[in-house]
């Protein structure tokens, strides 16, 4: 069973970013792995694993728990392609 990530609360610290652009950005990297903020403001890499019309599966943090959170687009505030060096 997924894990939905909370996004787009109340407390949410940070705006989401354009939902068009997150979902191109996606879509692009799937089966890459992603620096994401979050509405909450925790960023973390995480592999990205699929883009359906709502949100996005991922996995924890560092790949960790492969295909078990699923996010709303709403919930991001920021993408950006892993480096290298955030890898090891």
Same mark, same amino acid.
């Given at each position: 069973?997924?894990?939905?990530?909370?996004?787009?609360?109340?407390?949410?610290?940070?705006?989401?970013?354009?939902?068009?652009?997150?979902?191109?950005?996606?879509?692009?990297?799937?089966?890459?792995?992603?620096?994401? %903020?979050?509405?909450? &403001?925790?960023?973390? !890499?995480?592999?990205?694993?699929?883009? /359906?019309?709502?949100?996005?599966?991922?996995?924890?943090?560092?790949?960790?728990?492969?295909?078990?959170?699923? %996010?709303?687009?709403? &919930?991001?505030?920021? !993408?950006?392609?892993?480096?290298?060096? /955030?890898?090891?």
């Amino acid at each position: 069973m997924l894990k939905p990530r909370k996004g787009n609360r109340a407390d949410d610290v940070l705006p989401a970013m354009p939902m068009d652009t997150a979902v191109q950005l996606l879509r692009a990297n799937v089966s890459k792995r992603m620096r994401v %903020t979050f509405t909450d &403001g925790v960023t973390q !890499l995480i592999d990205i694993d699929w883009v /359906d019309d709502e949100g996005f599966g991922h996995s924890g943090a560092n790949g960790t728990d492969p295909k078990a959170y699923w %996010t709303r687009f709403e &919930g991001i505030a920021h !993408l950006e392609p892993a480096s290298d060096a /955030d890898s090891c």
